[in-house]
């Protein structure tokens, strides 16, 4: 298993899990296996996946805003590479954990999925954690 040591991209996953562009990073993302579920709200969902060669582990965050009109609500996700102690230091926060999920990996590098209303969804390379919008 290949331990994190730094917020470099380059110390992150494998080319499976975390290849360099975003439109391929989403597309891997529908291979990780989920470890852990922390948040399971209708529109604000919070889970730890992993990849099933490097097992390098990722926090998931997935947010909507229900508008109620036309059914085309807003949809934001967020993915982060994370370390082991981070992944074993948020499996033990679930019950108390919330929007201050944006603390962890400052400046790190992360990938993004918008689909704001009206518009095409967006894949792009961010940085940090961001919790969207949500009900």
Known sequence: MK????????DFGCADCWPPTAADAWEARRTLSQVAELIDESHFHV??????RCTQH?????????????????????????SQVETV???????????????????????????PKGTARHVFWGTGLNIGPHD
Do not use: N, Y
């Open 47 to 52: 889970m730890i996946l992993a990849c099933p």
């Open 89 to 115: 230091e948020l499996i033990k926060q679930r019950d108390s954990l919330s929007e201050t999920l944006e603390a962890l990996g400052s400046g790190r590098r992360c990938l993004r999925r918008d689909h």
């Open 58 to 82: 990722f926090v998931s965050v997935f947010t909507e805003m229900i508008d109620w009109a036309d059914g085309d609500d807003p949809q934001h996700w967020t993915v982060m590479p994370i």
């Open 3 to 10: 331990v994190q040591t730094d917020d470099r991209p380059e």
